[in-house]
């Protein structure tokens, strides 16, 4: 029995390296649902991106069927079927009601997939941006409906029971808001109920403040260090980051292709293998464009990306004096979770930053990619901002600035929906538990086991 658990723990150890993957919608841009054969392209075609490997998890934020009440979402067997690792979301933004449904419908896949659901999943997210959108900020924006403090740590509660005594029991559970909102002292008790914690963060809706491409690294460092340090030890994931292809330009940030690679270089290569990192997009022009654009890839399917997405070369891009480490983690179970570093530091005058825009903002509570109104999220899950006080956006679907460049972080803005095209335990920080020390340990003890 000893052998078999140590052996578990060491397959789990192996698989533990820092996730790399996109964020998933349910719908198109036309508000079309997505089916098991548009997911299993989709994750098909990020496995095999060229100048670039690894990208194999996708992050979701519903586990709702677009166009359903409560069935589960068909990202599912698509991901089981490819081999796709999964960040499953719920959304928490809609009111009790609509939550029961994104409970029923994990309820239902865990008993549809069971075992096979539960080898691919890397953890599970109860809402997104929910304490930004109850933010005196966000209600000032008009960004819709969030979630408080303590609906969240009830919520929170209702996932952990549904996955109690199922193949999820232990599965890692989080959630993903501005990190703002985790420095608000009242996130605090969201904080104590949680794994691990997700950070959205643009440096290009920074736009009250300098963010010309060049301040971008030093811009995402600092929110990254802020997140870290109101997570009290427990690790922070990546949950969205990226640079637009194309679009308007925000403030001194231009949207190209230059600096979408710029920003792939200096931002992401750093933090690839280091950091669970959900990119912001593989695709959002789907079939639409959507301003700004984010996509890596254009409106069709492909393996060629619009830049170069090779990590060879970080070393000659600027970058902060910052550094990311590894270190693994792990629950009472033999999960491992890769997790980053809480040594980043920020400073206090640089803003965070919200979620890409998109071209048909909506204000309704349903999942991802299916809305199509004002307010938040596109209909393809592609937020729509505005800029508030401090650079970040407001979520309105408009671009005005409403604050003043105070050099406070401010919240991120966005919508009561989801992204529709869009996704962590206590943190050691020593050596011996950064992945590769874990492996280490757990082969020495094998053997030493195995000698007895």
Known sequence: MHTITLLAALASATSAAAKLGFNYGSTFTTGAAKTQADFEAEFTTAANLKGTSG???????????????????SAIPAAIKTGTTLLLGLWASAGDAAFANELLALKAAIGQYGDDLAGIVDGISIGSEDLYRKSPTGVAAGSGPGADPDVLVRYIGQVKD?????????????????????????????????DWLGMDAYPYFQNTMPNAIGQSK???????????????????????????????????????????????????CPMFGNVNVWWYTLQDAAPDTPDPSFGIIGSELTTTPLFDLSCGDVGSEPSSSSSTTTAATTKTTTKVSSSPSASDSSSDSV?????????????TNTPPDESSTTGGSTDN???????????????????????????????????????GSSSTPPANDTPALQSGGILAVLVSGLVAFLAL
């Open 162 to 194: 549904a996955i109690a005594g199922s193949p999820l029991e232990g599965a890692l559970l989080g959630h993903v808001d501005t990190w703002t909102a985790w420095d608000d002292p009242s996130s605090g008790v969201v904080v104590d109920a949680l």
């Open 55 to 73: 990208w194999t998890s996708a992050r979701l934020y519903t586990m709702v069927q677009a166009g359903t009440a409560s069935d589960p979402i």
């Open 351 to 363: 803003t965070t930053t919200g979620k890409p825009s998109g071209t048909t903002p909506t204000t």
């Open 218 to 268: 030093s811009l995402f460092d600092a929110a990254l260090g802020r997140t870290r340090a109101a997570a009290g030890g427990k690790p922070v994931w990546v949950t969205e980051t990226g640079q637009p292809v194309s679009g308007k330009t925000s403030g001194g940030s231009v949207a190209s292709l230059e600096n979408a690679e710029s920003y792939w270089k200096t931002v992401g």
């Open 381 to 419: 899950g592609n937020p729509a901002q505005t800029t508030t006080s401090g650079g970040v956006p407001s979520g309105s679907g408009s671009d005005s600035d409403s604050g003043s460049d105070s050099g406070a972080p401010t919240p991120t803005p966005t919508s009561s929906t989801p992204p």
